[in-house]
């Protein structure tokens, strides 16, 4: 006999129902067949081993819960809008006032909240091309219709954009990820994005500043974010990157009108995010010297490893492939200077030579048909030397052709 309260919820119907498909971010799996198992990956967006903080934040929970009165506090239900000095913090570190300022369970977090109280189904959503695509699958998730505006080496093609709003597009808001792009690695100059938030604020779209690499730049001068000043900027942000992914914590700060709504919407969700890691990051980040002597010591792992993985690149492969040397973050974006080269079947040669790397059609906005000649190495969670060698197999697959 059929249940008929249960029909259409068998697991098919509801996969396609929500239009969800495997996580995306690579890397942490199995590797896919014809890959070996111990094959250098240069996949995922996850931060160095070495890079996370294990004992300053054994130092942080201990501290927490070895005072009776904190952690029997810490282990309690809280608010939404998270703690006063977790939210203190964040607000210094944006320039920003705590009540702008919500705690969520990292960044894609925070888009979802936000996509979720902002995007009717049909909405228009700009976005970089290429970009991350787990945004995309969010922005799918709500009904948006993207348009793409390209990323080039001198920044975002505002031109066609201003053209296209002139003819009458009317987008909800642009969503970028401004320093140490995924998957360009490249950082988006001040003037671009000024000149974002002023076709925001004359066309009235948010724009979402998603930047989770900012924090990790270990060359060069830093840019400074879209302004919060600005009525329409809204940053999402996440302790992912660079105190780890698993902690799940992460922030928005946006304006006025827009942070209670956002908080009560959350608030009717999930409640709020875990109070014992908001105490215990809280005291981390206050405690002097801390998360800079955490960064410190990042930008040092991540600045030797793209040096790696660049100087042998340009040894090996660089006849055929084109970079520019990142300036922080993880991710290094190249191009194959040969527009007829297949990189489905350098990846297979590579794949089966025991590296790996991810195919730049897959940040394509626009359904995996721009970005056919890129390729996203990811440095972050591989050793100098596993960097060189992962090199020297790519460099034997694009030259066996
Ligand atoms: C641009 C961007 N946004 C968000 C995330 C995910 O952040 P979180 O782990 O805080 O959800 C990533 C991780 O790869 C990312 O690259």
Redesign the pocket.
């Known amino acids: 006999m059929t249940d008929t309260l249960t029909t259409g919820f068998d697991s098919a119907t509801l996969l396609s129902r929500l239009g969800a498909h495997e996580s995306p971010?690579g890397g942490f799996g199995p590797p896919p067949s014809g890959v070996a198992a111990d094959a250098i990956r240069l996949l995922?967006?996850?931060p160095a081993d070495e890079a996370l903080p294990t004992r300053q934040l054994r130092a942080a929970y201990d501290a927490t819960l070895s005072d009776p009165a904190i952690s029997v506090a810490a282990l309690q239900y809280s608010s939404a809008p998270g703690i006063e000095p977790l939210r203190s913090w964040i607000a210094g570190h944006e320039g920003t006032d705590p009540d702008r300022v919500l705690v969520t369970?990292?960044?894609?977090?925070?888009?979802s909240l936000l996509f979720s109280a902002i995007l009717d189904p049909g909405d228009t959503v700009l976005v970089e091309s290429p970009?991350?695509p787990?945004?995309l699958r969010l922005l799918g998730h709500y009904g948006a219709q993207v348009v793409s505006v390209s990323v080039t080496e001198q920044g975002l093609d505002l031109d066609a954009l201003e053209d296209r709003l002139r003819a009458g597009l009317r987008p909800k808001l642009f969503y970028l990820?401004p320093d140490f792009?995924?998957p360009t690695g490249s950082t988006l100059p001040a003037a671009d994005r000024a000149r974002v938030v002023a076709l925001a604020e004359q066309y009235g779209f948010l724009v979402v500043s998603?930047?989770?690499?900012r924090d990790l730049r270990f060359a060069g001068e830093g840019v400074a974010d879209a302004s919060l000043e600005s009525e329409v900027v809204v940053r999402?942000?996440?302790?992912?990157?660079t105190l780890g992914?698993g902690l799940?914590?992460?922030w928005l700060a946006g304006p006025r009108r827009l942070i209670p709504a956002l908080t009560r919407l959350r608030g009717n969700n999930d409640q709020h995010s875990s109070l014992l890691t908001q105490t215990a990051i809280a005291r981390l980040l206050t405690t002097p010297g801390e998360f800079d002597g955490i960064l410190t010591a990042a930008h040092e792992i991540y600045r030797e490893r793209s040096r790696a993985l660049t100087t042998e690149l340009r040894a090996s492969v660089g006849d055929v492939l084109e970079f520019s040397d990142p300036e922080g973050g993880i991710f290094l974006w190249a191009t194959a200077s040969d527009p007829e080269l297949d990189l489905s079947a350098v990846q297979a040669r590579a794949r089966a030579l025991g590296t790996d790397f991810s195919l730049g059609r897959y940040f394509d906005p626009d359904g995996a048909v721009h970005h056919t000649q890129n390729l996203r190495l990811g440095f972050s969670n591989n050793s100098p030397e596993r960097l060189r060698t992962a090199a020297q197999r790519l460099a034997e697959a694009f030259h066996a052709h």
């Not at 369970?105 to 888009?111: D, I, P, Q, S, T």
């Not at 998603?210 to 690499?213: A, L, R, S």
Request: no cysteine; net charge positive; proline share 6%.
């Open positions: 971010l995922g967006g996850v369970n990292g960044a894609l977090h925070g888009l970009t991350f787990l945004a990820i792009q995924n998603d930047n989770p690499y999402v942000n996440t302790f992912s990157k992914p799940r914590l992460g």
